[in-house]
């Protein structure tokens, strides 16, 4: 155990390393991007074509009306998409996808979330894969920088009417940090063994004479976006424990570099924007210490994990690929949880009971640290806002964050964002066991594993769903017309609601006028402040989720204990 | 404590009431689950015990929990009945000043012809039917019948009614002491007084309104802090609603009353009891200090003030120029100066004339006044006064420029000493001082300069300390005063403050302000002047002096019944208080909520799940106790704060960092682990009734 705490630190020293080193650069890259007056030629030529002015601004409403109407249309083009597979090229014989788990998928790719009800290589065909999923792991991942901008700017306005336009942000998020992003890493994956090939499926005989069907695809441009844009939907079904999707520790290492690498350069560009880069430092270091700590503590549990088998093996390593190890996986795990992105390469279904029970958490932390590209800045700093609301009233001011005072306009919307997580979580596991025909469902045919684990199970889909990570507890047949349907409402829910919320926010924020800063204002750059930010993510979701984790993986996990 | 509390009981009882309930949803959604959980008492034993986990919970624990949660309800209705009690009381003695009055009403009242109303046709009508622009005369020992302004005459007025101060004031016609208050009594002289306020709406009704509390209203931050305890409170309902469903899955359900107490221990009933009580003995508290606010929302402001500015004359010095130091010129002595000028001084009325003598003698002269002395006065074109001495001396003391005048005239200065009575003369007015030369002429007509009295104005004392500790909560203050920039600069640096404004007009004033805010900065002043008004209307917290004009009252936002200027730095603190205490004790309320999972959570399931019983940290005694302990903790520590509540939290002039690690640390951490320690005290308790 002593060797591998010490691969653990070192493989997390250079996670560390790598993400302190991109930090400036990238964050201040995209600051300039968001905030620059000029625009490329291809954007310009975009902004003609869908009849956009791009020097125009927009209010919050129209900004929310932009972001709902975009995403509509690609949940309509992706349900399509999939309900004529047959008729497509490249469709590789498969047919057309059932209504429900049509609508999951498109709902979960457009809402970054990439909960995957299906297995891809027996589901979709490539032009599906390409032209549907590997587009919207673009878009949904630009839509959510451009919310986190648009609420940054807020922060940074002076009596503005006006939080930026939604077509400008959305395309400068593809065109100019995500797109370049993707491009280095699938080359860099495609040099670590990653197939790309339009080749379909393969039968070869293996050693033993059985036949076997080795499928091919687009792989490695898709998976770079998988990471690079935090979404986590796989070309295959093993995600990124599949050998043509990762298949070396150092590939594994650098996905989760990917994984974090925009989310945490974000506070950076957060920072430049409103001028004092020590407010991105604070927010920054707030989520490496929740980092730093759970992928601490599931490492840990993991390799002493109690039972026969894990004893005999030396540690948890059920579910887990031998080419990763334990600590590979707690890393990758830890990284694809805390950030939204849900690619998996060993199974968090395997994994102990607390260790399992340490990847719901890191989703119910509400995806902030670091979270979703985007999403992850936005909702760090909605809990910013609430953490500031008490401290204020602690020091005798009314409360302000950035100069923006914190009245009930903005109290209404930060608590309508904390409460809907929980609730679509909450609502969504319960109606799970209470509605009779749904539970004989959900018993009989989802859960894998009755008992304690089975209602982990559908409590990690709820958990995962609602805060758009997309990873699953596998035991879980989710496949199902009630899961595709409630997942898919919870994912929609779960992404849109939030937005709507941070940018009535923004709204509200950006009228304002900033108030200067004096001895008595709450600093909010050092230490204390820090603290007081890591208290409050704790204590919301403690305190929300501690009786259904108490029911799930606490029962399951302190009985073996 | 415990008397104000039981007086305070009937009321309490009579808030339980749910139309007035529901106003406080945290309170109400306690109330509903005392309830219910009374009405499973009742049926419980007629239709026997619901199927619930684990084993059966003894009859006495429903009713347990039924009566706590009454309790708790009751026990927040209490804390806002003492606190609105306190009021109750000042609001009586107000009331006794509002019985109508008789009052001599003018008819056809003429300002031009018969300003006094001595010819006037007069008419008794009783003080309730007196209109908006009714004139009526009020003499020595009548009460003035309402809210007014003086339109001519002059009289010494008790105003111990309103402001419990016992000497009584002037009020005159002109100026800024015009304005009179309904119910208070003139004790000398007549005054013609025109009425300001129309009936019902005098400043004692807006008062007895206020210290009441039912002119309250919610302010903008306990808005919203009201919403984020409504969202915590349905977050709570929702994680409680929806257990059942999923242990039930495990076959594991949990009973009505075991849910109600969970919710009740989780929602922020601390805060939601204390509330609407720390408001309103945040406005007692001002009231106490004899400042009303007209709303919460200004004491609020208050809190967040960031720029205060105060006049030089009366609040940063005294406002009389007093003599500091005597500086002889040339090589006159100290001894002989100061003997000069108190000589001169002895008969020179002016508060400057007898700072002189005091200075004078502070070093030692004691002389008795010359006999057969002639006092020469000041006049407007001397510019100088002194004595006439029975042997001829001359003693003089005035303006450099015409003593030196004086002097040269029988004879003259020596250059040397004429240059150093100039850089006397220079030093002191760039110091913000007034130099008075002394001069003496003796018998034989022989002229010379003694020296220079420094003259100045005398900042207050403890304002310099009292300056800083504003800048320590990040409070800028802004000196406002008529004199000169150089005065103005060497006085703002001897009081400390932070920046001035000279040569100030109103409309300077009023400019001033409005760039401040348009910087984001939120301003208080006080002012008492007609001419005030607009800037007292423009600032965020306005406080206007009770002496002051009924348009300077009007147009502010409180009003300090000792019309003492720097008051303004106690309400700021007051507002600040209000607010701290409200986010300490929602901090205090949630962070509670971990030691109440850890009493809960084991009890409800530690039977079905046995791996869960490591979380009874605390090792309560069993499933009905622990949770029938933490219901009851939670009752008991609303009782506990309402003395912090009504008293406030300690305030302490540092920087917001400092403010916020303490109360953290106070209220943050020992809201976590005071309910570990109380429950387990509770349980130990608890544990000892049978059946539990």
């Known amino acids: 155990m002593g060797a591998q705490l010490w691969l653990f630190a070192a493989q997390l020293g250079t996670v560390i390393l790598v993400l302190a080193v991109a930090y400036r650069p990238l964050g201040d890259y995209m600051a300039f991007a968001y905030a620059s007056p000029r625009h490329l030629r291809v954007e310009r030529g975009f902004y003609r074509l869908i009849g956009v002015d791009p020097s125009s601004e927009q209010s919050w409403p129209a900004y929310v009306r932009a972001v709902l109407a975009f995403s509509t249309a690609g949940i309509v083009l992706l349900y399509a998409l999939q309900r004529v597979q047959e008729l497509l090229p490249w469709s590789l014989g498969l047919g057309p996808v059932n209504e429900a788990l049509a609508f999951n998928t498109a709902v979960s790719f457009v809402t970054n979330t990439n909960w995957q009800s299906y297995s891809p290589e027996a589901t979709l065909g490539f032009t599906v894969q390409f032209a549907g999923l590997a587009v919207q792991n673009f878009l949904s991942a630009a839509v ?36 370049p992003l993707a491009a280095i890493a699938a080359v860099l994956l495609v040099a670590g063994g990653v197939v790309q090939n339009l080749d379909g499926f393969h039968t070869v005989t293996t050693l033993s004479g059985a036949t076997q069907e080795i499928p091919g695809g687009p792989v490695a441009s898709q998976e770079a976006i998988k990471i690079v844009g935090t979404n986590g939907g796989g070309y295959f079904n093993a995600n990124s424990a599949h050998p043509f999707e990762n298949p070396l520790p150092w590939t594994s290492m650098l996905q989760i570099i990917l994984m974090l690498v925009i989310p945490f350069a974000l506070p950076r560009t957060f920072g430049r924007l409103v001028n004092d880069n020590r407010q991105g430092y604070a927010i920054a270091a707030v989520m490496a210490t929740f980092f730093v700590v759970s992928s601490t503590v599931m490492t840990l549990l993991e390799l002493g994990g109690s039972g026969s088998a894990p004893r005999l093996a030396g540690a948890a390593l059920e579910g887990k690929e031998l080419r990763f190890g334990i600590v590979g996986s707690t890393l990758y795990g830890t990284s694809s949880t805390l950030t939204s992105t849900g690619a998996v390469n060993s199974m968090h279904d395997s994994y102990t009971a607390l260790g399992g029970g340490m990847a719901m958490i890191n989703m119910m932390l509400g995806e902030v640290a670091p979270g979703g590209v985007g999403s992850g800045l936005y909702g760090m700093l909605v809990i910013a806002v609430i953490a500031v609301f008490i401290a204020g009233l602690m020091v005798g001011r009314t409360p302000e964050y950035l100069g923006k005072k914190i009245r009930a306009r903005e109290m209404t919307l930060a608590s309508l964002y904390i409460l809907t997580t929980p609730a679509l979580v909450l609502a969504g596991t319960a109606l799970s066991f209470a509605i009779p025909g749904v539970q004989a469902d959900v018993t009989g045919t989802s859960i894998a594993n009755p008992g304690l684990h089975g209602f982990s199970e559908v409590l990690y889909a709820f958990t995962s769903a609602a805060n758009n990570n997309g990873s699953a507890f596998a035991g879980l047949t989710a496949n199902t017309p009630w899961l595709n349907t409630a997942l898919g409402v919870a994912m929609m829910l779960g992404r849109f609601l939030p937005i709507v919320f941070v940018l009535a926010l923004a709204g509200s924020l950006a009228q304002q006028d900033p108030v200067p800063v004096t001895a008595g204002t709450l600093p909010t750059h050092r230490v204390q402040f820090g603290g007081l930010l890591i208290g409050t993510v704790v204590l919301v979701s403690a305190l929300t989720y501690f009786p259904a984790l108490a029911l799930g993986p606490l029962a399951e996990g302190l009985l073996h204990s | 404590m415990t008397s104000p509390l039981i007086t305070a009981l009937p009321t309490a009882a009579r808030k339980l009431d749910p139309r007035l309930m529901w106003r406080n949803p945290v309170m109400f959604i306690v109330e509903i689950g005392a309830a219910l959980t009374t009405v499973i008492a009742i049926t419980e034993p007629l239709l026997g015990a619901p199927a619930g986990a684990g084993r059966p919970l003894a009859p006495s624990f429903t009713i347990g929990i039924a009566a706590w949660l009454w309790i708790t309800v009751v026990f927040a209705n209490l804390a806002e009945a003492v606190a609105e009690g306190r009021g109750k009381a000042q609001a009586a003695s107000l009331r006794a000043t509002r019985t109508s009055t008789p009052a001599t009403r003018v008819i056809d009242y003429d300002e031009t012809a018969d300003a006094t109303a001595e010819r006037a046709r007069v008419v008794e009508v009783s003080s309730a039917d007196l209109t908006l622009g009714d004139v009526v005369i009020v003499v020595a020992g009548q009460v003035i019948p309402g809210d007014g302004d003086v339109v001519s005459g002059i009289a010494s007025v008790d105003e111990s009614a309103i402001t419990g101060e016992s000497a009584p004031v002037i009020r005159e016609f002109g100026g800024d002491r015009s304005a009179v208050t309904g119910g208070t009594r003139v004790l000398s002289d007549r005054i013609v007084v025109r009425i300001t306020s129309k009936p019902g709406e005098t400043f004692v009704d807006r008062m007895i309104r206020l210290v009441e509390g039912a002119a309250r209203q919610k302010t903008p931050n306990e808005i919203a802090l009201n919403i984020l305890l409504a969202s915590l409170s349905i977050v709570f309902v929702i994680v409680v609603l929806t257990i059942n469903p999923m242990a039930g899955y495990a076959g594991r359900e949990v009973s009505i009353p075991v849910l109600i107490a969970l919710l009740v221990c989780l929602i922020p009933t601390t805060i939601g009891a204390l509330l609407s009580a720390i408001g309103i003995a945040g406005m007692d508290r001002l009231v106490q200090r004899n400042v009303l606010a007209m709303s919460g929302r200004a004491v609020e402001a208050a809190g967040d003030v960031t720029t205060l500015l105060l006049d030089k004359t009366g609040t940063i010095t005294y406002g009389n120029r007093r003599a500091t130091a005597f500086l002889p010129v040339g090589d006159a002595e100290d001894t002989e100066l100061a003997r000069v000028a108190r000589l001169a001084s002895l008969a020179d009325p002016t508060p400057e004339g007898s700072s002189i003598v005091t200075l004078a003698e502070e070093q030692g002269q004691h002389e008795p ?18 004595v006439d001495l029975a042997d001829g001396t001359q003693l003089r003391k005035g303006a450099a420029s015409m003593v030196s005048a004086w002097v040269a005239e029988t004879g003259g200065i020596a250059p040397e000493q004429s240059r150093h009575l100039d850089e006397i003369v220079t030093r002191v007015s760039e110091a913000g001082g007034t130099p008075l030369v002394v001069a003496v002429r003796d018998a034989g007509g022989d002229a010379r300069v003694l020296g220079v009295i420094q003259l100045k104005d005398v900042v207050k004392d403890g304002l310099v300390e009292r300056f800083a500790e504003l800048r320590a909560m990040g409070i800028r203050t802004v000196m406002i005063t008529g004199d000169n920039p150089l005065t103005a600069r060497a006085i703002a640096a001897e009081a400390g403050v932070d920046d001035f404004l000279a040569e100030a007009t109103p409309e300077d004033k009023l400019a001033l302000i409005r760039a401040e805010q348009s ?99 605390m090792a309560l005694h069993s499933s009905a106790s622990a949770i029938l302990s933490a219901i009851i903790f939670n009752a008991l520590v609303i009782v506990a704060l309402i003395p912090l509540a009504l008293r406030g939290v300690r305030y302490r002039p540092v920087s917001a960092s400092r403010i916020l690690s303490r109360n953290l640390l106070i209220y943050g951490l020992g809201g976590i682990i005071a309910p570990f320690i109380g429950i387990k005290l509770i349980d130990l308790i608890v544990s000892l009734i049978p059946g539990f």
Do not use: C
């Open chain 2, 519 to 617: 910087g984001g900065n939120l301003v208080a002043m006080t002012g008492d002047g007609t001419n005030d008004a607009p800037a007292l209307a423009q600032a965020d917290v306005g406080v206007a002096m009770n002496t002051g004009t009924s348009a300077a009252k009007e147009a502010g936002n409180m009003v300090d019944l000792d019309s003492d200027p720097t008051k303004l730095i106690d309400i700021v603190r007051i507002g600040k208080q209000l607010l701290i205490t409200r986010g300490a004790l929602t901090t205090f309320s949630i962070a509670n909520d971990v030691a109440k999972y850890f009493a809960i959570i084991p009890a409800m399931f530690a039977a079905a799940f046995p791996g869960l019983a490591v979380l009874n940290v």
């Open chain 2, 369 to 386: 006044p010359a006999r057969g002395a002639i006092v020469v006065p000041f006049t407007a074109q001397t510019r100088m006064s002194g």
């Open chain 1, 144 to 179: 959510g920088i451009a919310v986190a901008v648009a609420l940054v700017r807020a922060f940074a306005a002076r009596h503005s009417s006006t939080i930026g336009n939604f077509w400008v942000d959305v395309t400068r998020g593809t065109l100019r940090i995500l797109l």
